[in-house]
């Protein structure tokens, strides 16, 4: 049995530890930064033990699901506190600036660049979910970075968890991200302002809202301690996308103002190719 | 039994006479101008029989289900062959013009501006569900000017299919759709243009994306055929919050441009608020 470290016992981390736990492969000592999430965590079962000092040289393994802000320096101590041919991965949507923070750690190549596509709009150790990465994604960064042997077994924990392992390098991660998950959560967010700003009564958003509207508006649940330093830690790849959104929507609102019919009426017709597309996440994901 | 006539066979027509032949209170004469259409909504069991011109005159009530730059024209002719003592209701999702256009009519009386708050990204025949509508809400605007006993026999239909059944003005209504159900169209299908520009290859897009992309893009899979029409009839209200919502964006780029990471937090924090009225709103209409 392997013994793996957990710093960070929310959504992510949590659902790792509960996940690695059912496979009877390995023992889960698990960290969070707050004594009542630690604690809560050990009696939803999301770790076997605390992540006390003495553990951290007999590790074979550490998982760090952190905000991407504080991620670099904590990455750099854990590396510092690990025996030779401990793994180190983190599970962050943001690739490049770890790896350039990284880059001159002489334990560079224990470090495994990771990002498990999955995730809800909780956060938190009650959040966790046994079955979050089952089926789902996860993409490698700048794999020729890692020692073959530890890149072996952070790939084989994910394959435990019933994951397709894709590899890719950082700055092709950060920017296909930005315009399928970073873009979402801003105009999530953004909507969910521009609502509760023309409409004070909650009751009446209510009484008119589809399922539409929620399904669009759902990703503005999402945490802020994540979402801020995603944001800004990858604006260099989100603010071309989010520019291009919005000259987008000027265009519609020139239409708009015109009454062009015809010419929506395309535009329209032309996005419904997305269809294919999402279908083919949900057969993955499930509908939510 | 009561003999109603369905004008128009799609996802909301069809899902109507599904659920109003399960209760065994309606024989339901379907009308499609689309002839393909009109025969799979006889095959999928959507209405008993066609809707011919001798049945018109016996017919105890009419829903429309078209969409809504046809309506105005299709409810005076409706309104012209049906009897004295025969309600006529549409389903569309604006309903000042409607109102409007009807004002001069003189058998208004009879007609009931009536919208189910129902529907899914999907269209035609095949897209009708029976439950559709069970559990949602249905909004008449304009109620006094229908007759009493013609506007409680359309509430007790929609009381029939287990809908809450509530009354607004038209202006009131049209606003606070623009906001709810038209802004998150427009934003979902401005979001699906912009991730079809950026990233011409379906593979990577789908190897990115999670369940939060799914969701927030899911709308841009709307007919533009009902769409357009509602974009641009009901322009007037939604012009106003698709500028608020442009500023806001603006407002964020400018934030994300400084790194201004302390008013982010804020911002995503104060906009966190949205949960609970979602959170509402799923219980009532499930997670899709």
């Known amino acids: 049995m392997k013994n793996i470290g957990i710093v960070g016992l929310g959504l992510i981390g949590g659902s790792y530890g509960l996940a690695l736990r059912q496979t009877g492969k390995y023992r889960i000592f698990g960290y969070d930064a707050d004594p009542e999430h630690q604690s809560l965590a050990l009696e939803l079962g999301l770790a076997d033990d605390i992540l006390s000092e003495p553990v951290w ?36 949507s943001i690739k490049s600036v770890l790896a350039r923070k990284l880059a001159d750690h002489p334990g560079r190549d224990r470090f495994v660049l990771s990002h498990p596509i999955a995730g809800t709009e909780y956060s938190g150790p009650s959040a966790a979910l046994p079955d979050l990465f089952k089926g789902k994604i996860n993409i490698i960064t700048d794999p020729e970075d890692s020692r073959p042997d530890l890149l072996e077994q952070v790939t084989e924990i994910h394959r435990d968890l019933a994951m397709e392992v894709h590899f890719m390098p950082s700055d ?5 991200i930005a315009y399928v998950s970073h873009l ?39 945490s802020p301690e994540t979402w801020t330093p995603i944001f800004t830690e990858n604006k260099d790849a989100i603010l071309p996308v989010l520019k291009k959104y919005r000259e987008n929507l000027d265009v519609f609102i020139r239409l708009l103002e015109n009454e062009d019919k015809k010419t929506i009426f395309e535009l329209l017709k032309d996005i419904n190719r997305i269809e294919g597309i999402i279908d083919d996440i949900h057969q993955k994901h499930g509908k939510r």
């Not at 092709?172 to 296909?176: I, V, Y």
């Open 172 to 176: 092709e991660h950060d920017r296909h």
């Open 184 to 222: 979402s959560h801003i105009s999530a967010f953004m909507l969910g302002k521009t609502v509760l700003e023309t409409e004070p009564s909650e009751k009446n958003i209510f009484l008119m809202a589809g399922s539409g509207f929620a399904s669009t508006v759902r990703l503005a649940k999402s």
């Open 57 to 92: 040289s007999s590790l074979d393994g550490v998982i760090l699901a952190v905000p991407v802000d504080v991620l670099p320096s904590l990455a750099r101590q854990v590396l510092d506190k690990t025996n030779d041919n401990c793994w180190v991965a983190d599970t962050g």
